[in-house]
């Protein structure tokens, strides 16, 4: 019995907007995610590589000034990658170590991209596969959709505001991290002008992100809406990135081994498609300016449009579909 | 004047404006919830608002001390659908139903598949049908059905909750998704919690709560928002007898004291009998019977139910002396024919008499339970 019983009172007030609604749903269920202590620990360790990546781009910055510094650039670079990107991106390694300045573009951009393609990547598959198959699952096997949609909430609103949620945690993996590390950067630097020579890279990261968030959205919510046992929505997305890649990798050594021309380190074959880790890749390479121009630039673009579409659509027609009696 | 910048007519039926007398002071305007008042002249409430401080936008009990303009007439349906149609696959689960429900408490009645639940959740826009239109609440159905979720309150039947969520959290979070601000949606959810008799359960998450608490939840869910219109699917399962009445006393405090309409959809009988003030009955996809609960209940012929304590069968040889006809209805209780004042003389008169001492005496009613199964054979 509460202390003061004021019993039923009607309500009058402002209401919020009917079009903002979704957020409703996108902001509690990042609460609700954001609860687990497990998460914000393994949030904290993902943010390791971007301690990295920090440190070369400090040591980058210092190395224009130092000398001795660039030793630790050239054995960045002495890696076959960073070698075949480089020679695509028709860069000189040995222009990097004599005038850092000159190729700082390049430098922070492949050390952006390195960030996203390795690490950010395995840690967006480790989270998102933890996270998002309970999203959709859940209320389907709870029957929380109903209370929703009994709201002024369409399914499409849903959705969207489901997504928001794995949106937020790819910007809180890789969007965010590179932009602070873009920003850190700008004041390691000891050249005022830096701004202007590399205003761009926050846009790329900025694409790069969605390029990453929108399709892998897309498969991790369609997979949620398909099962109500959450572990098999995550079974299906840790498998998806590991035969995916087990493909590629055997049919691109196949195609090798037949045409007896190694792929280089860095390359991709048109294989990829059958992998989402390297067709994301590809992508983001391209949006880093890091590609050598060459065919089938629309093919990944098509697949990323081709596998959103489809996962949205399958996500809300589950939904949509489950409000029959 | 406070209305003369628009044109009223414009907006509403005139049949549906009471005019009331004018007051010196100022003038005030007000509707049941859920009649489009505020849809209507939601522009100009606030500087009227302002001028006089005299709006009423409320209950229908405050209109008794109303001293402006007009009210919106009460009797106007919250709810009008017409030739309704749906359709799964090859079977029509709604054969063009039309159907009117007037202010007040309406149970939904039918038998499995009669097409309850179906219409329920056309109505909230949940289905797409395949034809029909109507107005709920003042708004066009099916193109504003956004909207007029936005102002109704849904207990679905199912059981249904958001899992991770404390009860609180999950009752704001419903106050948030209808429009309600951040703050204003956790103390309107306290207080909806307070007023559902849910106390420091409120704190648990709810997938540990029973069927019990989790129905009361999906209610104070449904209220959250101040609806004008509230749709109960089967709202009392899973309530133990206490419960229960205590949650029909709550449906039937929000008809009566604070205006509200609501849609019960049940399968027991004396939940309606207890707090309906019309019935529905859906049969087959379409409306078998629609009628107000009392007149449902008049007998043809008039007469009086009783119930006595002990001796009935004495207590029925008494009145066969008098000449009283009567019908036994169970084992204690009987029908007797006809209400004159001498009869029910005679009533007492027997029970003194037989040594059957009357424990209940009103007015004989048609049962529910007969009208529901004639209407289903018929």
């Keep these: 019995m509460p202390l003061l019983d004021v019993g039923y009172r009607t309500w009058t007030g402002e209401r919020t907007y009917a079009s903002t609604r979704w957020l409703v749903v996108a902001s509690t269920g990042i609460r609700l995610i954001w609860r687990g202590t497990w998460l914000k620990r393994l949030m904290v360790v993902l943010l390791i590589p971007s301690a990295v990546a920090l440190f070369f781009f400090g040591v980058f910055e210092q190395s224009a000034e130092d000398p001795n510094y660039r030793n630790i650039i050239r054995s960045v670079f002495a890696a076959r990658e960073a070698r075949a990107t480089?020679?695509?991106?028709?860069?000189?390694?040995?222009?990097i170590l004599l005038n850092p300045t000159e190729s700082r573009h390049f430098?922070?951009?492949?050390?952006?991209?390195f960030l996203f393609r390795y690490p950010q990547a395995f840690s967006m598959i480790l989270v998102i596969g933890l996270i998002a198959p309970r999203l959709i699952s859940f209320d389907l096997r709870s029957r929380g959709y109903l209370l929703y949609l009994s709201r002024p909430l369409t399914p499409a609103e849903y959705v969207l505001g489901k997504a928001c949620v794995i949106f937020f945690l790819l910007a809180m993996i890789a969007a965010v991290p590179a932009l602070l590390i873009y920003i850190a950067g700008l004041f390691l630097s000891p050249n005022p002008w830096v701004l202007f020579s590399t205003w761009?890279?926050?846009?790329?990261?900025l694409i790069a992100t969605c390029i990453l968030a929108i399709p892998t959205t897309a498969i991790a919510l369609a997979f949620s809406s398909l099962t109500q046992e959450s572990r098999y929505a995550g079974f299906a997305w840790f498998t998806l990135w590991v035969v995916g890649s087990v493909t590629y990798q055997a049919l691109a050594t196949a195609d090798q081994l037949s045409r007896r021309e190694p792929l280089r380190w860095g390359e991709y074959s048109h294989w990829m498609l059958f992998s989402p880790y390297e067709t994301l890749g590809y992508l983001q390479q391209e949006v880093f300016g890091l590609t050598a121009k060459v065919g089938m630039q629309w093919a990944p673009w098509c697949w990323i449009l081709l596998v959103s579409?489809?996962?949205?659509?399958?996500?809300?027609?589950?939904?949509?579909?489950?409000?029959?009696? | 004047m406070l209305l003369a910048c628009c044109d009223i007519r414009r907006f509403l039926d005139p049949e549906n404006l009471i005019p009331i007398p004018r007051h010196p002071l100022g003038t005030s305007l007000g509707g049941r919830d859920g009649i489009g008042t505020k849809k209507f002249f939601g522009d100009k409430i606030s500087s009227v608002h302002a001028k006089y401080n005299?709006?009423?936008l409320g209950a229908p009990q405050t209109h008794t001390f109303l001293t402006g303009l007009f009210i919106l007439n009460r009797s106007e349906p919250v709810l009008e659908v017409h030739d309704v149609v749906k359709r799964y696959g090859n079977r029509d689960v709604l054969k063009g139903l039309s159907l009117a429900i007037p202010p007040g408490v309406t149970g939904l009645l039918g038998p499995?598949?009669?097409g309850k639940s179906t219409l329920i959740k056309s109505i909230l826009g949940l289905l797409r049908i395949n034809s029909g239109h109507g107005r709920v609440l003042s708004y066009n159905w099916p193109s504003e059905c956004k909207a007029i979720r936005e102002h109704i309150g849904y207990l679905p039947e199912d059981d249904c909750y958001l899992h991770g969520l404390q009860g609180i959290e999950s009752i704001q979070m419903m106050a948030r998704l209808s429009g309600l601000p951040r703050t204003e949606a956790l103390r309107r959810a306290h207080e909806v919690a307070d007023f559902c008799d849910i106390d420091q359960e409120r704190y648990r998450n709810v997938e540990t709560y029973s069927t019990g608490m989790r129905q009361k939840l999906k209610f104070a869910q449904a209220l959250v928002h101040d609806p004008p219109l509230i749709i109960l699917d089967e709202p009392t399962t899973g309530l133990d007898p206490s419960q229960r009445e205590s949650f029909l006393d709550r449906i039937r405090m929000l008809a009566v004291e604070k205006g509200k309409s609501l849609i019960v959809s049940t399968h027991i009988l004396h939940d309606v009998q207890r707090v309906c003030d019309h019935v529905v009955i859906l049969v087959g996809g379409e409306v078998r019977m629609t009628e107000s609960l009392e007149r449902l209940q008049q007998p043809i012929e008039p007469g009086l139910h009783l119930r006595v304590e002990e001796n009935l069968e004495g207590f029925e040889n008494s009145l066969r002396r008098r000449g009283i006809a009567f019908e036994r209805e169970s084992d204690r209780e009987l029908r007797v024919l006809g209400v004159g004042a001498d009869q029910v003389r005679c009533l007492w008169q027997a029970s003194e008499e037989s040594a059957a001492p009357i424990q209940h005496l009103d007015a004989a009613r048609n049962s529910l339970e007969d009208i529901f199964l004639n209407a289903i054979r018929s």
């Design chain 1, 107 to 113: 430098v922070w951009s492949y050390l952006l991209f």
């Design chain 1, 309 to 325: 579409v489809i996962g949205y659509s399958i996500a809300y027609w589950r939904v949509a579909r489950m409000l029959r009696v």
């Design chain 2, 112 to 114: 499995n598949g009669s």
């Design chain 2, 54 to 56: 005299r709006i009423v």
């Design chain 1, 86 to 95: 480089a020679a695509r991106a028709g860069v000189n390694i040995n222009e």
């Design chain 1, 200 to 205: 761009d890279i926050p846009l790329r990261v």
